[in-house]
């Protein structure tokens, strides 16, 4: 068997995988392929398909009250994913004239950086402005911020174990007669 390059007059089928010779003369080699039953392509498809690569890492907390935020990475060209389809008729083929399939799987590459990427995030889950209604000349920055099941403040209903939250800055108003508070939530950092 020899394989050549066809380099006459074809057009790309637009509803499936596959091609149309419109050229108006076909060559003789190809005439007499075709007559000796012995007429192959060998298409190389890449089809666009409404399936992508994708991996999902939890970046917090698992079942917790804290507000899930999601993370969209678009990496078009870092990682690759192709397969001989199911359907296709070169799926389990045995013939050496093919040659092996190009096939590439990077799901776990893929895992591994998104991973990577959610450990090296931004520490600060979130930051909360707190104004107290007089003097308070007890807190200090870097206090721990914690509260009692009783308390009714949003701090305590947001806590989990991968995070904590402390006093930043504390600002004393002595016009408006009260005290400034800035508490950020961090996570804590997993070895």
């Known amino acids: 068997m020899h394989w050549w390059q066809y380099l006459y007059a074809f057009n790309n089928l637009l509803d499936e995988c596959g091609i149309w010779l419109s050229s108006d003369r076909l060559d003789a080699n190809t005439w007499i392929a075709a007559l000796k039953g012995v007429l192959k392509f060998r298409i190389t498809a890449a089809v666009v398909s409404d399936e992508r690569l994708s991996c999902v890492v939890a970046d ?9 935020i999601e993370h969209l990475i678009t990496l078009p060209r870092q990682f690759k994913y192709r397969k001989v389809s199911g359907q296709s008729i070169f799926v389990n083929s045995n013939d050496d004239a093919l040659g092996a399939p190009d096939e590439a799987d990077d799901s776990t590459a893929l895992y591994e950086f998104v991973r990577k990427t959610a450990l090296t995030g931004a520490e600060v889950i979130e930051t909360f402005d707190v ?20 308390s009714r403040d949003l701090l305590s209903y947001k806590s989990d174990n991968r995070s904590t939250s402390w006093i930043e800055r504390v600002q004393m108003d002595f016009t408006k007669q009260c005290t400034n508070l800035k508490i950020v939530r961090k996570r804590i950092p997993q070895l």
């Open 60 to 68: 917090g907390p698992v079942g917790s009250t804290v507000p899930v």
């Open 131 to 150: 104004q107290t209604p007089h003097f308070l000349f007890d807190y200090r920055v870097g206090d721990r911020v914690t509260s009692s099941p009783e």
